[in-house]
Each structure stands twice: as C-alpha cells, then as structure tokens.
C-alpha cells in the first residue's frame, strides 16, 4: 500500500521536475505547437512511470499545473 501511493506521488514529483525544465526550454524556442505536446504529453508520461513500478498511476496523473 506504501509503495503504491509513495511509487505514484515520487513518479509525479519526478516527471512535473522534468517537465518543467522541458517547458522552461521549450519557452526560449517560442514554439507554441511543441509547448502544447510537451503540456498533453506530461500527465501521461506520469502515469506509464508510476504504473511500469507497479505504484498507483491515479495519483501522479494529476496535479494544478495540468
């Protein structure tokens, strides 16, 4: 039970740091179709990771900045 809701919530922390710096690089680009991407493609990445280690994938999934 442990590692499935810390798995999925250390899985979220770890692609929303990554996506920020993503979206911080993408923004000095200014390419809007690729910000977009990167913004629909981040929750998912968050979901596969936390699901690949067997962690809740629910919790990662969603976040504010989302």
Do not use: C
């Amino acid at each position: 039970m442990l590692l499935s809701y810390g798995g999925g919530i250390a899985a979220g922390v770890l692609v929303a740091w990554v996506g920020i710096q993503v979206r911080r690089r993408i923004r000095t680009l200014d390419d809007t179709l690729l910000g977009n991407l990167v913004i629909i493609l981040i929750p998912f990445t968050a979901y596969l990771l936390a699901e690949s280690v067997e962690a809740s994938g629910v919790l990662p999934s969603w976040s504010p900045d989302s």
